[in-house]
């Protein structure tokens, strides 16, 4: 399953509305979690199931989506959340996929 | 809390092996999957592998089968990744990554991450 996010990259100011999107070339259901990578750091799940906020997330991130289109929304952007954030598809019994990544910088 | 703490960097030549440890602890060690991860330069991560701590079983991402071996020491609660016939494409940061309990499928989400490990490959 090939994983396609975007943008690649992305710039905004602090308080803007922040979307990512990701495809999967196949249906996933609402098996596609999300993650925030930052150098350095231990990786952090964000949203698991497409939509279902992760024990101890500001609320300010969420998850729609299902089939083949989902969105992570960071709804007011903070200054901490300058990160790389992946989709990552949990469908397949053949390993997760993650996709390229998306780079948000303030 | 949750942690698992992944051991020190590692710089290895061509054609040599690596292990990674990651140490488990706050938390029943055998009741939860480990995912192993990679992500190279530049590059989005990278599934591995999976292991089953408390009977040992693995799987193994096709491309990966053959070189690399996953195992865990269930007295210290530590796992531990090993890459052999190392090649300069190998050179990424590993993670490990806790899956979900072994009576679920292990597909789903990974909720706690090691803090990666530095791979180095140059001759």
């Known amino acids: 399953i090939q994983m396609t996010q975007s943008p690649s990259s992305l710039s905004a100011s602090v308080g803007d509305r922040v979307t990512i999107t990701c495809r999967a070339s196949q249906t996933l259901s609402t098996y596609l979690n999300w993650y925030q990578y930052k150098s350095g750091k231990a990786p952090k799940l964000l949203i698991y199931a497409a939509s279902s906020l992760q024990s101890g997330v500001p609320s300010r991130f969420s998850g729609s989506g299902s089939g083949t289109d989902f969105t992570l929304t960071i709804r007011s952007l903070q200054p901490e959340d300058c990160a790389t954030y992946y989709c990552q598809q949990s469908y397949t019994t053949h390993g997760w996929t993650f996709g390229q990544g998306t780079k948000v910088e303030i | 809390q949750v942690q698992l703490v992944q051991s020190g960097a590692e710089v290895k030549k061509p054609g040599a092996s690596v292990k990674v440890s990651c140490k488990a602890s706050?938390?029943?060690?055998?009741?939860?999957?480990i995912h192993w991860v990679r992500q190279a330069p530049g590059q989005g991560p990278e599934w591995m592998g999976v292991i089953n701590p408390s009977r040992g079983s693995t799987s193994y991402a096709e491309k990966f089968q053959g070189r690399v071996t996953m195992t865990r020491d269930t007295s210290t609660s530590t796992l531990y990744m090993e890459v052999s016939g190392l090649r300069p494409e190998d050179a990424a940061v590993y993670y490990c990554?806790?899956?979900?309990?072994?009576?679920?499928?292990?597909?789903?989400?990974?909720?706690?991450w090691g803090q990666g490990t530095l791979v180095t490959v140059s001759s």
């Open positions: 990554a806790r899956g979900p309990t072994i009576t679920s499928r292990p597909w789903d989400a990974g909720d706690y």
């Open positions: 706050g938390y029943t060690f055998t009741n939860y999957f």
